[in-house]
Structures are given as structure tokens and as C-alpha cells.
């Protein structure tokens, strides 16, 4: 897989998302959470959610955006984001996040959220990573564009959770991409 530029963003907001991303100061690879928070434009942030990668199992939701607290469902602010994701796809979160986080590289991607009424999203999103000020974690920043989302209903209730997230390119920083 090559690694995504930034004209490969189709939806809007993801690029806005990057665009405002790599703007920011940095000394190293990546800029800081600081900058970041700093920064951040309105209109994204209530769809960002901040992650701390501690391990390869071990990661903590810093904070969890209020557009998707709403698509959703749950607030995850202070617990654990494996919560969001349904059985069948949480080791293959686990380790993308903690190849994104410690590489450090970004990704696009899609996530499906299926949601108690049975209606499934399809949103695009992008996930960076920042230096979180610590080094005993890694802190990610999650992007999803629910604008460029697509919603059906489906005919079976379910449940709050992330059912799929399907990686469509790696994002180089500067230090690779997973081959």
C-alpha cells in the first residue's frame, strides 16, 4: 500500500481535519497536544476523539468528542475505547492504533457504527498522532467526518459500537508506513 497524500482526500472535512494537522508547529515529527488543543478550529472538534496508547492492549479515550457521543450513544471520555468496538474488530483496533501511535504514522479510514435502532453509519476518518507531553504514552487524534458519512437502516436492532474500521492508507509523518 503507498502511503495517502493529500489529494487522495475525497471528503472535506477529513481534509480540513489534515490540513489543520500538519500546519501545526512541531519539533520532531509531530507537532504537540498543546498546539493542538491551542488551535483546534470549532467546527471539527466535536467529532475528535483523543486517545492514549499506554500498550498494545492498553488505551484510554482523553476525550470523546460530543457529535459522537451522539452518534454513539455513550459518553467515552475517561474509559477505555475498545468499549466502542464491537468483539470481532478489537484486536485489529488495537493493533492499528498501536502501529499509528508508535511509529508514529496517521491512517484514513473508514468506521462503521451500528447504533441501538439498527441504523449503520459509514463515516470517513482520519487518525494523527501528537506528542501528548508524556513518555509512557502515545496520544492519538481520531477524526470522523460525519458529513461524508452514509446512514441506513437495517431491519435488526444492535447495538452502540464501531462494527468494522477498514484502513484504506497509511498517512507518513516522516518515520514510514506499516508494510
Known amino acids: 500500500m503507498n502511503p495517502a497524500r493529500r489529494d487522495d ?7 480540513s481535519f489534515w490540513d ?3 500546519g501545526l508547529p512541531r519539533q520532531g515529527l509531530i507537532p504537540s497536544i498543546s498546539d493542538y488543543l491551542d488551535r483546534v478550529p470549532a467546527k471539527l472538534q466535536p467529532a475528535v476523539a483523543i486517545i492514549d496508547a499506554y500498550s498494545p492492549t492498553e488505551f484510554k479515550v482523553r ?3 460530543t457529535a459522537l457521543v451522539e452518534l454513539l450513544g455513550k459518553e467515552l471520555t ?3 475505547p475498545l468499549d466502542m468496538y464491537a ?3 478489537k484486536a485489529k483496533a488495537c493493533e492499528v492504533a498501536w502501529e499509528s501511535a508508535n511509529r508514529p504514522c496517521g491512517y484514513l479510514c473508514i468506521r462503521r457504527y451500528r447504533n441501538h435502532a439498527g441504523v449503520v453509519v459509514d463515516a470517513p476518518g482520519i487518525s494523527l498522532p ?6 509512557h504514552r502515545q ?5 470522523t467526518s460525519l458529513y461524508g458519512a452514509q446512514s441506513r437502516k437495517t431491519d435488526a436492532d444492535g447495538l452502540d459500537v464501531i462494527e468494522a ?8 509523518v516522516g518515520a514510514g508506513i506499516p508494510s
Open 20 to 22: 489543520y494537522w500538519a
Open 139 to 143: 496520544t492519538m487524534l481520531n477524526f
Open 165 to 172: 474500521l477498514t484502513v484504506t492508507a497509511w498517512i507518513d
Open 130 to 135: 501528537v506528542d501528548g507531553g508524556r513518555t
Open 9 to 15: 482526500v475525497d471528503d472535506e472535512l477529513v481534509g
Open 63 to 65: 476525550l470523546f468528542g
Open 87 to 89: 468483539e470481532a474488530f
Open 78 to 80: 475517561g474509559g477505555a
